[in-house]
């Protein structure tokens, strides 16, 4: 072998030792670097400059704001006259109460003679003539008014109502003078709708004298008129059932009256009614033969609960 081959097997063997030494010297080089930063390379995005964490930003939590700050108030309501409800038979109160839910002034000034709390009227008449003119007098005017308002018995379900909503509206003036009364309509009824008792009538529907309780024969067949205050008889049921019995009526806000069916085997019923509205109570009527049908009955003991019509004037049958 000539020395110039021979000098060229030895540059090939030493060259990967060479190049070993080389890389061993550079630093690490670009395949040792982390994979995020391979990555990242490739994507072409530029590696992040801080390997520090970053809290995200926190929002602040929905609800309250907190124990120390007051909600929101909410806007004020003055509530007017609600319905009655009324009939259009109804006593002089019942109109006055009318004229009062449809903010009509002269008539509830003009109409108080025949009505038993006239003050009570009057005051409606006074406070409807503020709204209207807003001036100082006036509202001076329905405060005197308020003011003597007389108390109220609470079986006067029209004035009790009359008497809340005159004052309401007042007091709201006094406390803000320069503001508008923001009034609404009223809600829910002055009197609620009810069942209280049962009356036993003859074949021309008045009532039978003498009965300590509403009681008829066995046999069936008495006439008895419901008591309380409501407006329209939906159904008319015995022990929670629908009756089927026979009624007579003469409309909304005119009493009812039913015929008793025979007994079966109990000695008393439950009488409950529903109207267009829910009415509460519930009566009974118990089965003595010791009493005379009413048709045609010359008397005998009778219940005497109740006027002859439904009214929401404050009488016995409220």
Same mark, same amino acid.
């Given at each position: 072998m000539n020395?110039?081959?021979r000098n060229r097997i030895l540059g090939f063997l030493l060259l990967p030792a060479i190049f070993a030494m080389l890389g061993g010297c550079a630093g690490p080089?670009?395949?040792?670097?982390?994979?995020?930063?391979?990555?990242?390379?490739?994507?072409?995005a530029p590696a992040p400059?801080?390997?520090?964490?970053v809290e995200p930003t926190v929002a602040p939590p929905g609800g309250p704001a907190g124990p120390d700050v007051p909600p929101p108030a909410a806007a004020p309501v003055v509530r007017w006259v609600p319905i009655g409800p009324i009939g259009p038979n109804d006593p002089q109160e019942g109109r006055m109460y009318l004229y009062a839910q449809g903010k009509d002034c002269g008539n509830l000034r003009s109409g108080v003679d025949g009505t038993t709390f006239k003050d009570v009227w009057l005051a409606a008449a006074a406070v409807c003539d503020a709204l209207r003119a807003n001036?100082?007098?006036s509202w001076q005017a329905a405060a005197a008014a308020t003011a003597a308002m007389p108390k109220v018995p609470p079986n006067r379900c029209l004035e009790l109502a009359i008497v809340s909503v005159m004052r309401g509206v007042v007091d709201y003036h006094a406390s803000n003078p320069t503001s508008a009364v923001p009034l609404q309509p009223g809600i829910g009824e002055s009197c609620p709708r009810h069942l209280s008792g049962l009356t036993v009538v003859d074949e021309?529907?008045? /009532?039978?004298?003498?009965?300590? &309780?509403p009681?008829?024969?066995r046999t069936g067949g008495t006439w008895v008129r419901l008591d309380g205050y409501y407006v329209r008889v939906g159904s008319l049921k015995i022990d929670g059932v629908d009756s089927g019995v026979e009624t007579r009526g003469a409309g909304d806000y005119s009493p009812v009256y039913f015929k008793t069916p025979a007994a079966t085997t109990k000695n008393s019923f439950t009488v409950t009614i529903t109207d267009t509205l829910e009415v509460d109570g519930a009566v009974q009527f118990f089965y003595d033969d010791t009493v005379g049908s009413s048709a045609g009955s010359t008397g005998g003991p009778s219940s005497t609960a109740g006027p002859t019509k439904p009214? /929401?004037?404050?009488?016995?049958? &409220?």
């Open positions: 020395y110039r081959t080089s670009q395949d040792s670097a982390p994979a995020q930063d391979s990555a990242s390379a490739r994507s072409g400059a801080s390997t520090a964490v001036t100082g007098q021309n529907l008045n /009532p039978v004298p003498g009965l300590q &309780r009681s008829g024969p009214s /929401p004037s404050g009488t016995a049958s &409220r």
